[in-house]
């Protein structure tokens, strides 16, 4: 978390890619049930959860299996391949 913060702190891109502040509390608003939340940019969520870092929605973890990353590394690219759909 912290390699992620000094590198992502409060980033924000596009309409998908944003990463919450590191002092903001939201980070644990649902680490009752085990999850991480990561950030928001308009309606998408980004999350840890399960060992898996997601994009979903508030009320979903992950859009669907293939918006679940084994990184984060992996769900920053697969967040940029969204970004470059939707400029299309």
Not at 28 to 57: A, I, P, Y
Request: glycine content about 6%; proline content about 1%.
């Amino acid at each position: 978390m912290v390699n992620l913060y000094i590198a992502a702190n409060n980033f924000k891109y596009e309409v998908i890619l944003g990463f919450h502040s590191c002092t903001d509390d939201i980070i644990f608003e649902w680490w009752e049930d085990s999850e991480l939340w990561l950030g928001q940019n308009d309606c998408n969520t980004l999350r840890w959860v399960n060992g898996k870092f997601c994009l979903g929605d508030a009320s979903n973890i992950s859009y669907t299996k293939n918006y679940e990353y084994p990184s984060l590394l992996a769900l920053i690219k697969g967040c940029i391949d969204e970004i470059n759909e939707l400029n299309y």
